[in-house]
């Protein structure tokens, strides 16, 4: 990607079925990831939840590279602005500037 995101996912406590329809009608160009055990949660202590007995992740934005978190953006507030937070630190913090990547983006093995 043009900003230096190599993928793009979202997650949610949704099961996979739900996810799906949430991801044709409001036509995400990104793939959603299930986790209803909060595995994802309770390993990185994530934000969470409950709506009506229903538990959900609090909306966060994690950059990962190299396997280990590098950013985190909690809270995600204004919440329609936030795409353009993300693209603006993306572009400050290129991917290259990662000690296991090259200028050109590419892996340098270990």
Known sequence: M?????????LSSQDTA????????LRL????LSD???RLAEALNLPTFDFHGQALYKRI???VRDSAVEHAF???????????????????????????TSRSGRRLSR
């Open 18 to 25: 739900y996810q799906q329809e949430v991801v044709d009608r």
């Open 36 to 38: 209803t055990a909060f």
């Open 74 to 100: 909690y809270p995600v507030f204004p919440p329609d602005r936030h795409a353009g937070q993300v693209l603006a630190w993306l572009r400050d913090n290129p991917l290259w500037d990662s000690p296991m």
């Open 2 to 10: 043009a900003a230096g995101a190599a993928r793009v996912f979202g």
């Open 61 to 63: 934005t994690l950059v």
């Open 29 to 32: 160009p990104f793939a959603m």
